[in-house]
């Protein structure tokens, strides 16, 4: 099951980094900056909605496979990690929460990978700490692309700030957490 409907969706947030990203390089004849930013937030949106759809219909039709459970978290973090590093460019997002955003993806998806080859992915399975700081941060993104007064009452620029600054907070709690759990298990292997 290589090319399964979800595993497609999966690949679909993937193909929309660098339509996410272009958005902003697009020249001023053809749109305003508060158009890119409505142009760049509903993409987001449009592509962030596909994981937890393509989770849906893998379960639902039966679809679920090992190469679509190993690209799932990859395309999330791709697209992520992009828009993040778009924001840093923006000056929208301060480059220490990028830092300490994609340090942890690649230092538990390290962890992660080196846990599974040992016989111990159980340790470092997904937890709720994970979970919340994925919610901060895909609500974050898109107010911080957005970057304006939303129904005429949310000032989405200091609510992402403040929602990706607590994200930055959850991810490193997240990762003190998954290496808490998983230091009895480096520790039986470094001996």
């Known amino acids: 099951m290589f090319m399964t409907i979800p595993t497609i969706m999966t690949w679909t947030r993937i193909f929309a980094i660098p339509l996410i990203v272009g958005v902003f390089y697009l020249p001023d004849a053809l749109g305003t900056q508060a158009e890119k930013n409505l142009i760049a937030t509903v993409m987001f949106v449009v592509f962030a909605a596909t994981d937890w759809l393509d989770g849906y219909l893998a379960r639902k039709l039966n679809q679920t496979s090992s190469f679509g459970a190993f690209l799932d978290p990859v395309a999330d973090k791709f697209l992520v990690c992009a828009c993040v ?83 930055a907070v959850l991810t490193i709690w997240s990762m003190v957490y998954y290496l808490q759990k998983a230091i009895p298990e480096i520790r039986a292997r470094a001996q």
């Open 85 to 167: 590093l778009v924001l840093v460019h923006l000056q929208r997002a301060d480059v220490f929460v990028a830092l300490i955003i994609i340090g942890r993806e690649i230092a538990i998806s390290a962890l992660r990978e080196w846990m599974a080859q040992i016989g111990a992915s159980k340790s470092v399975a997904v937890h709720m700490i994970g979970k919340l700081k994925t919610v901060a941060q895909m609500v974050a993104i898109p107010f911080l692309l957005f970057d304006g007064v939303l129904f005429g009452i949310i000032n989405t620029h200091v609510w992402g700030v403040w929602l990706i600054w607590a994200a």
